[in-house]
């Protein structure tokens, strides 16, 4: 069973980094594409970056891309998110996502999610 456990998160000020990361207990998602959702209170849900099974195509929303980096080191099933320049719209929840089918990560339809990561920026 996939079990995602996603850490990393904590408060910074704006043009901070942070690292976050997202490791499967269970290893089993390494044939998982995986993704990178956000959550603040009051707004939708998001896909930040997405990052197929073999790590060889990534995908970011347009508000991320250039600060933020997605990357994965299969044998050991873990999933990170590089972050940086962070501004105060990116405080969110971060949750981490598999799919075993990379197309099917921007609506989420089924899958596995891991509990999520509050990440706070400050102005």
């Known amino acids: 069973q996939v079990q995602l456990v996603e850490s990393g998160g904590g408060l910074v000020q704006a043009g901070g980094s942070l690292r976050l990361s997202c490791a499967d207990s269970?290893?089993?998602?390494?044939?998982?594409?995986m993704g990178w959702f956000r959550q603040a209170p009051g707004k939708e849900r998001e896909l930040v970056a997405a990052?197929?099974?073999?790590?060889?195509?990534?995908s970011y929303a347009d508000s991320v891309k250039g600060r933020f980096t997605i990357s994965r080191d299969i044998e050991k099933n873990v999933v990170f998110l590089q972050m940086n320049s962070l501004k105060p719209e990116d405080t969110a929840v971060y949750s981490c996502?598999?799919?075993?089918?990379?197309?099917?990560?921007?609506?989420?339809?089924?899958?596995?999610w891991g509990q999520g990561t509050q990440v706070t920026v400050s102005s």
């Open positions: 996502y598999a799919n075993p089918v990379y197309s099917s990560l921007t609506h989420a339809i089924g899958g596995y």
């Open positions: 269970g290893r089993t998602s390494s044939t998982f594409a």
């Open positions: 990052i197929s099974w073999t790590g060889e195509r990534t």
